[in-house]
């Protein structure tokens, strides 16, 4: 039973547009929602996180939207960069910290 | 670098015999977790230490796997009698805060 859903296994987006990674998720006991970013051979990066009591946090370039109603959560980046070509991962957890459930990830590819 | 530190990065090993990763995690986090990642998947997770108590395993933890956190510090992961299903990538990740932050993996390779 996948708790956290990622349904698109890829997305193409042209440098400087928006890029909408989409996140889906089972568990209403969630607290914590995170995204990591991984590149090949290297471990996932932190990117950016969103408490469940808010339902927007923004660092830069990215901003994340949690809507709890429909369990759903995205990862905006504008504009987006080749360099943001990665594989991206959406993480929850309960409690805060006690176990990090991932989902399979996306595959973000900026063209130039 | 005071970011997770994994050792090995890679190891090669054949099936049946004994391997022990070490994780060397950020020096204020008192969480220490350790995950696995096959190609296509999302890390999945293994087990959750804070401090030196090992507080949470998942059942993907057999009993061929063992984790250690002695002193609070320092992790190792050992597998036992490896077995070509075991190949995949080994991360580790601590955390202060909820947000954990991973080292740069072990990928075990059992031949």
């Known amino acids: 039973d996948q708790q956290v859903k990622q349904n698109s296994p890829s997305l193409s987006v042209q440098e400087g547009r928006i890029s909408i990674l989409n996140c889906d998720y089972t568990?209403?006991?969630?607290?914590?929602f995170l995204w990591y970013k991984k590149y090949p051979a290297e471990g996932p990066t932190f990117l950016i996180s969103i408490s469940s009591i808010k339902d927007k946090n923004e660092d830069g370039r990215f901003t994340v939207f949690l809507n709890k109603s429909a369990k759903h959560l995205s990862l905006h980046i504008v504009p987006s960069q080749p360099g943001d070509s990665a594989v991206y991962f959406c993480?929850?957890?309960?409690?805060?910290?006690?176990?990090?459930?991932f989902g399979p990830g996306t595959r973000l590819s900026v063209l130039p | 670098d005071t970011g997770v530190s994994q050792n090995p990065r890679h190891k090669i090993t054949k099936r049946g015999q004994n391997v022990t990763f070490r994780c060397d995690p950020i020096s204020e986090h008192n969480r220490l977790y350790w995950y696995r990642q096959t190609l296509g998947q999302g890390p999945e997770f293994l087990t959750y230490?804070?401090?030196?108590?090992?507080?949470?395993k998942s059942r993907l933890l057999s009993d061929r796997f063992s984790a250690e956190r002695p002193k609070g510090s320092f992790s190792t992961l050992e597998i036992q009698r490896t077995e070509q299903g075991d190949s995949a990538m080994y991360l580790c990740?601590?955390?202060?805060?909820?947000?954990?932050?991973f080292g740069q993996g072990t990928r075990l390779t059992v031949v």
């Open positions: 568990n209403s006991m969630f607290d914590y």
């Open positions: 993480a929850a957890t309960i409690n805060y910290g006690q176990n990090f459930v």
């Open positions: 990740a601590s955390s202060l805060v909820p947000e954990a932050f």
């Open positions: 230490f804070q401090n030196e108590a090992q507080l949470e």
